[in-house]
């Protein structure tokens, strides 16, 4: 198993991406730290992954600094330390630029950028004592291609890929590895919030337009990348920012 043993903390494991790759990283053999807002939401996530008496879930707000630091500290005595950190929790906005207000503009830095911020510094110690741990960010595609209307969303997901390239440069000395994961389109609740819809249903013809494989993704798919940039497969890399996106970078 690509992840045996190995204590990784999850953020937004309650729904889409953090849901998939709750599941991808359990049967690879990690014990899990599950964050979401969603309590109950959490608990279900646990108990259905393999083997759920080796995971423990911690429900609290990531902008709350408070809520981060007991989250945190409470993952690493759980698990007896963090061997690594995937910070998928995040919010999508959609709004022109012309009507973002600057508590809006707060709100969506905060949820995607400031709060893996925090958790980042405040697991620092316990990387630091572990082997080899990792840490990936869930940035977007939006962070690396603008998106009309979400300003707020492609500040913030840009922001996430230079903070994990400064950490990668600054924590190499501690053999941590620090990268970004930048998804396209994903058929996760968020998208279909945005979209409409359900899952599986037809995407918008101007979505699809973005894409050179001219579909969106799966949560899976992007779990699978996750893993990736969390195992030893990928021990070479680090301060990169991995399109998961179906070409959109470049078509």
């Known amino acids: 198993m690509k992840l045996a043993n190995r204590r990784i903390l999850l953020t937004g494991a309650s729904s889409g991406i953090g849901l998939e790759a709750a599941h991808l990283f359990a049967a690879e053999g990690a014990r899990l730290a599950l964050v979401a807002r969603d309590e109950a939401g959490l ?32 993952a690493a005595d759980a698990l007896c330390g963090l061997d690594g950190i995937v910070n998928s929790a995040g919010k999508d906005h ?18 995607n950028m400031t709060s893996t911020f925090m958790v980042c510094q405040r697991a620092l110690p316990y990387l630091q004592a572990a082997k080899g741990a990792t840490i990936v960010n869930l940035s977007s595609g939006a962070g690396l291609l603008p998106l009309a209307g979400r300003t707020a969303y492609c500040a913030a997901k840009a922001g996430l890929i230079m903070l994990s390239k400064t950490l990668a440069l600054e924590l190499a000395r501690d053999h941590i590895r620090v990268n970004a994961l930048c998804p396209g389109a994903i058929d996760t609740p968020m998208l279909r919030e945005s979209a409409g819809g359900e899952h599986g249903d037809p995407m918008p013809a101007e979505v699809i337009a973005r894409f050179a494989m001219a579909r969106v993704g799966e949560a899976d798919e992007i779990a699978r990348a996750a893993l990736f940039l969390s195992c030893e497969d990928s021990s070479f890399v680090t301060g990169t920012a991995l399109a998961a996106d179906g070409g959109r970078t470049f078509h």
């Open 94 to 111: 959609i709004a022109p630029f012309a009507e973002t207000t600057v508590a809006t503009w707060s709100t969506i830095l905060n949820a």
């Open 43 to 74: 608990e279900r996530v646990r108990k259905a992954i393999a083997r759920p008496d080796e995971h423990v879930a911690l429900a609290g707000d990531l902008t709350d600094e408070a809520q981060v630091n007991r989250i945190v500290d409470a």
